[in-house]
């Protein structure tokens, strides 16, 4: 659980492509954008298309060549996803590049987190 707004709310799983969707806005939003701010966007986008496709996160896991408990951490950001990883997902499903590569669009990536 978390505490937001001095109240406890459950970490909830995103399942829905407007709840992920919202999710890369608070990040593409902040202040400061970082690599691993890059890198929890894409996770996000893959389970965005991973859910628009109807694969489950084992489906995934075949097409990536790891485990499904390995898609879990690059979804929820635990782990970083290699753009090889993103490369095998796109050809695989006939997805363009641009799909996790627009991601920057225009923003710089900073080195750390500025307060």
Same mark, same amino acid.
């Given at each position: 659980? &978390?505490?937001?707004?001095?109240?406890?709310? &459950?970490?909830?799983? %995103?399942? !829905?492509?407007?709840?992920?969707?919202? #999710?890369?806005?608070? *990040?593409?939003? /902040?202040?400061?954008?970082?690599?691993?701010? %890059?890198? &929890?966007?894409?996770?996000?986008?893959?389970? /965005?298309? &991973?859910?628009?496709?109807? %694969?489950?996160?084992?489906?995934?896991?075949? *097409?990536?060549?790891?485990?499904?408990?390995?898609?879990? !951490?690059?979804?929820?950001? #635990?782990?970083?996803?290699?753009?090889?990883?993103?490369?095998?997902?796109?050809?695989?499903?006939?997805?363009?590049?641009?799909?996790?590569?627009?991601? %920057?669009?225009?923003?710089?990536?900073?080195? !750390?987190?500025? !307060?």
């Amino acid at each position: 659980m &978390r505490k937001e707004n001095g109240t406890f709310m &459950r970490k909830t799983t %995103l399942q !829905k492509p407007h709840e992920i969707d919202q #999710a890369i806005n608070v *990040i593409y939003n /902040k202040p400061y954008f970082t690599v691993d701010s %890059l890198y &929890r966007i894409w996770g996000l986008k893959l389970r /965005k298309k &991973r859910l628009e496709l109807n %694969l489950t996160q084992t489906d995934t896991s075949k *097409i990536l060549d790891v485990t499904f408990q390995q898609v879990q !951490k690059y979804e929820n950001g #635990a782990n970083k996803i290699s753009f090889d990883k993103i490369v095998m997902f796109c050809q695989k499903n006939g997805i363009g590049y641009d799909y996790f590569l627009n991601t %920057l669009n225009g923003r710089t990536l900073t080195n !750390k987190e500025e !307060k």
